[in-house]
C-alpha cells in the first residue's frame, strides 16, 4: 500500500511536471503561437497622398537710364501656394539585420501656382508661376528600432517642369513668358510600420531645393529687367506600401 502510495505521488509529479513544460515551451519559444516579424526583400509599389506648398523667392534687378546714366534698383518679393498632392511609387528595398536600404522612383502630382508682383520698368507687374507635377528618384537609408518600425532618410532628385507668365493686358513681356525644367535635390526623412509581412504604412516629408531661374525681359535699348527666382516645393503625405 505504501508502494502504491508512492508511485502514485510520483505519478502525479510528473504529470505537472510534462503540464509545466509543455506550458514553458508555448510561452518562450519564438516558433510557436505569434510569429516573429521577418522584414521582407524585394520589390514594393504604392502611393501617398497629402499636402505640398510651393515657395518662390523672387529677385529683380531694373536698370534704366536716369539723366543720362544707366540707374539699376533691386526689388524683392515671395510668392507661395498650398495644394493636395499625390505621389506613386515603386522601388526594391534589402534588409540586413536593423539596418534598410531602398532605391525608389516617384511620380508626383502637386498643382501649384505662385502669384506676386514684380517691377517691370516701373510697372508693378503680376508674375505667375505654375507646376503640374514632377518624376524622380531616390535612395533611401532606415533603421529598425522595433521589429515592425523603422525611421529612414531619404535623398534624391526631382524633375519639374514650371511655367512662367507675365500677365500684362499690354502682352508687353513676351520673352518672359516660357516654360523650363527644373531638377531639384531632394532630401527627406520618413517613418515606416510594418503592418503585416506585406503592407506597411508611412508618413514622409521632403523639400525640393530648385536652383535658382534667371529671366529677362527689354524695353528698346536703354531699359531692361533681370528676374531671378528660386522654387522650393515641401511635401509632407501618407502612403500605402504593398511588398510584392
Given at each position: ?6 508511485r502514485r505521488k510520483m505519478k502525479a509529479i510528473t504529470s505537472k ?63 507661395t501656394d498650398k495644394n493636395i498632392a499625390g505621389d506613386i511609387f ?115 516629408y521632403r523639400a525640393a531645393l530648385h536652383p535658382q531661374k534667371t ?30
Amino acid at each position: 500500500q505504501i508502494l502504491l502510495k508512492g508511485r502514485r505521488k510520483m505519478k502525479a509529479i510528473t504529470s505537472k511536471a510534462l503540464v509545466f513544460n509543455i506550458l514553458a515551451a508555448i510561452t518562450l519559444s519564438p516558433t510557436t503561437g505569434v510569429q516573429q516579424h521577418v522584414p521582407k526583400t524585394g520589390f514594393y509599389i504604392g502611393a501617398a497622398l497629402g499636402g505640398a506648398d510651393l515657395t518662390i523667392k523672387n529677385n529683380s534687378t531694373l536698370t534704366r537710364p536716369v539723366g543720362g546714366v544707366p540707374f539699376s534698383q533691386n526689388f524683392y518679393s515671395t510668392g507661395t501656394d498650398k495644394n493636395i498632392a499625390g505621389d506613386i511609387f515603386a522601388g526594391y528595398e534589402k534588409n540586413s539585420s536593423c539596418f534598410w536600404l531602398a532605391g525608389e522612383v516617384i511620380g508626383s502630382f502637386t498643382p501649384l501656382t505662385s502669384n506676386t508682383r514684380m517691377d517691370i520698368f516701373a510697372n508693378n507687374s503680376p508674375i505667375e508661376i505654375k507646376t503640374i507635377g514632377a518624376i524622380g528618384g531616390a535612395v533611401k537609408l532606415g533603421y529598425y528600432f522595433t521589429p515592425t518600425n523603422k525611421l529612414y532618410l531619404k535623398l534624391g532628385l526631382e524633375l519639374r517642369r514650371f511655367k512662367v507668365n507675365a500677365i500684362d493686358a499690354s502682352n508687353r513681356y513676351p520673352n518672359l513668358m516660357q516654360s523650363y525644367n527644373s531638377t531639384a535635390f531632394v532630401p527627406g526623412v520618413g517613418m515606416e510600420v510594418d503592418l503585416t509581412s506585406r503592407f506597411s504604412l508611412r508618413a514622409e516629408y521632403r523639400a525640393a531645393l530648385h536652383p535658382q531661374k534667371t529671366l529677362q525681359a527689354t524695353n528698346g535699348p536703354t531699359q531692361s529687367t533681370v528676374i531671378r527666382h528660386k522654387p522650393t516645393v515641401h511635401y509632407l503625405n501618407l502612403g500605402l506600401v504593398f511588398k510584392i
